[in-house]
């Protein structure tokens, strides 16, 4: 078969949708698929025959319709677009698909109109009350666009049941939608170099308002009384950076929270491995990954009991869960577990089964199933 995958990243891009397309380039072919990719890209570069790169700096409109040309001379070719995203690839590759009479199968991994609404356009309520109230032209156009593009799709893969469950609020059949966990690949790293009077609380994160990282901020003075060596690292990048740097600032916390920027993954394990506890205070998680990793690297993990966070702890039974941005109940989880080190313990049965969930071959069997299937 041959595949057409449309994807608004693609390495150099970082993080996780961009090391997913990789996966599948790699992979899919040892399954019997031919790959082409059509994705965006930050330089104007030259194509390939099998890598087609939109020019992101261009006007919106002009990029879309780039885009929709570039899957428009590949469709005769291809059997079957997999889209991974409902919007700047979604929309496009939809409307190629329904004038070339060809199916498509896409990938969720969050629900777009939310995020640019909390980013852009003055959305503060939660993923899930989002779900069920009507906000300004601009938000309501994007969900529409979203909702259609869906709908037109021969099968929806999210990596999660919560997922899924906010799909089918969309209109989708369910029986049209299937929970794929992405692959996780789980490197082993050395601790790091630590003062041994030292506690470390470690959160990774891009730095958006929904993550909660000023509330992590606010509850140091109160937890530098209980532990006065406690320090707070903060891995990621985004549009809050500076106003979490004035926040530290007016604080008065530079000696003990620090604002590390993105590190490269290995730099990023190394802090978590290191950490007496990891922590994620995340108003929506699809399915977190650096959850996930924590875990396989033994260290104690607290998150917020949103979203996919129950389902990766299992709602509690290997990690603890608070309730997002309750300061109260932070302070006392995080309070508890580092006097105890109660949730410190090695990865038991229970886990490392729950962990293989999320290897490249069971992923990639799930995905080529569908894809034949479709």
Same mark, same amino acid.
């Given at each position: 078969m041959n595949i057409l995958i449309c994807t608004g990243v693609y390495p150099p891009d970082i993080g996780g949708p961009a090391t997913y397309v990789k996966i599948l380039e790699r992979e899919l072919p040892r399954q019997g698929f031919?790959?082409?990719i059509v994705t965006y890209s930050d330089k104007n570069e030259r194509n390939s025959d099998n890598l087609k790169k939109i020019y992101r700096g261009k006007n919106i409109l002009l990029r879309y319709f780039e885009f929709f040309l570039q899957i428009i001379k590949s469709l005769d070719w291809s059997d079957l677009i997999y889209v991974q995203g409902s919007m700047s690839e979604g929309v496009p590759a939809s409307l190629a698909a329904k004038l070339k009479r060809k199916k498509y199968v896409l990938k969720i991994a969050g629900d777009h109109a939310w995020e640019q609404g909390r980013q852009r356009f003055g959305v503060k309520d939660s993923l899930d009350n989002f779900q069920e109230k009507k906000y300004g032209t601009r938000v309501e156009i994007i969900?529409? @666009?979203?909702?259609?593009?869906?709908?037109? =799709?021969?099968?929806?893969?999210?990596?999660s049941k919560y997922l899924k469950k906010i799909v089918l609020g969309w209109g989708v059949e369910e029986k049209k939608i299937e929970v794929v966990y992405n692959?996780?690949?789980?490197? $082993?790293v050395k601790v790091m170099n630590k003062p041994a009077n030292e506690r470390w609380l470690v959160t990774v994160a891009r730095l958006t308002p929904w993550k909660g990282i000023d509330t992590l901020i606010d509850l140091m003075p109160i937890l530098l009384k209980e532990f006065p060596n406690l320090k707070l690292k903060i891995i990621? $990048?985004?549009s809050e950076f500076e106003n979490l740097e004035s926040r530290i600032l007016n604080l008065g916390l530079e000696n003990s929270v620090n604002l590390l920027g993105r590190l490269a993954n290995k730099e990023t394990l190394a802090y978590i491995k290191s950490a007496d506890m990891f922590i994620l205070n995340s108003a929506y998680e699809g399915l977190s990954h650096v959850i996930l990793e924590a875990l396989s690297l033994g260290t104690p993990v607290l998150a917020s009991d949103v979203g996919g966070n129950p389902e990766v702890l299992q709602n509690g039974k290997i990690g603890e869960l608070f309730g997002y941005n309750n300061k109260e109940e932070i302070k006392e989880k @995080?309070?508890? =577990? @580092?006097? +105890?080190? +109660? @949730?410190?313990q090695s990865l $038991?049965?229970?886990?490392?089964e729950f962990l293989e969930n999320f290897s490249t071959k069971r992923m990639i069997d799930r995905i080529s199933t569908t894809l034949k299937h479709v």
């Open positions: 031919d790959i082409k969900r529409f @666009l979203q909702k259609q593009v869906a709908k037109g =799709a021969g099968r929806v893969i999210v990596p692959a996780v690949k789980f490197t $082993d990621g $990048d985004g @995080l309070v508890e =577990a @580092l006097r +105890s080190g +109660s @949730l410190r $038991d049965k229970e886990k490392k």
